[in-house]
C-alpha cells in the first residue's frame, strides 16, 4: 500500500528527496511520517505530518537539514533531504499512522512501505 523511492548514493553536503506513494486506499486522514534504520541500530523516527500538512515534527537530528510534505490529492508524502551527513546512512521507511495528529512512536504506525536505502559518502 505505500511505496517508498528516491533513495541512492549522495556524498556528503548534497541532497536526495524521498517519495511514497500510497496505493489501494487513501491516508489523507492519517498522519504520515518517516523512520530510518542503519545497520545494527533500532529504528528511529525522522519526520511526521498530520493529515492537514500542518505541524511537521522532526527529530533533533535532522531539524533544519529534512523537510517533510505531502500531497494528499496525490496521496504522497515527500522527505526532502539536504546538507546530507554520512551519519544519514540508513533505509528510509514511509509509514501511516493510525491518527491524525503528528506522533513519533513507530507503533502507531500501522501501515509501511518497503523502504529505500540511503547511502552518504563522506
Known amino acids: 500500500q505505500l511505496q517508498a523511492f528516491g533513495g541512492g548514493l549522495v556524498q556528503a553536503g548534497g541532497s536526495l528527496r524521498l517519495s511514497c506513494v500510497a496505493s489501494?486506499?487513501?491516508?489523507?486522514?492519517?498522519?504520515l511520517g518517516w523512520f530510518r534504520q542503519a545497520p545494527g541500530k533500532e529504528r528511529e523516527f525522522v519526520a511526521a505530518i498530520s493529515w492537514s500538512g500542518r505541524s511537521p515534527y522532526y527529530a533533533d537530528s535532522v531539524k533544519g537539514r529534512f523537510t517533510i510534505s505531502r500531497d494528499n490529492a496525490k496521496n504522497t508524502v515527500d522527505l526532502q533531504m539536504n546538507s546530507l551527513k554520512p551519519e544519514d546512512t540508513a533505509v528510509y521507511y514511509c509509514?501511516?499512522?493510525?491518527?491524525?495528529?503528528?506522533?513519533?512512536?513507530?507503533?502507531?504506525?500501522?501501515?509501511w512501505g518497503q523502504g529505500t536505502q540511503v547511502t552518504v559518502s563522506s
Open positions: 489501494g486506499r487513501t491516508f489523507s486522514s492519517n498522519a
Open positions: 509509514a501511516a499512522s493510525r491518527y491524525l495528529l503528528v506522533t513519533t512512536r513507530g507503533a502507531d504506525f500501522g501501515s
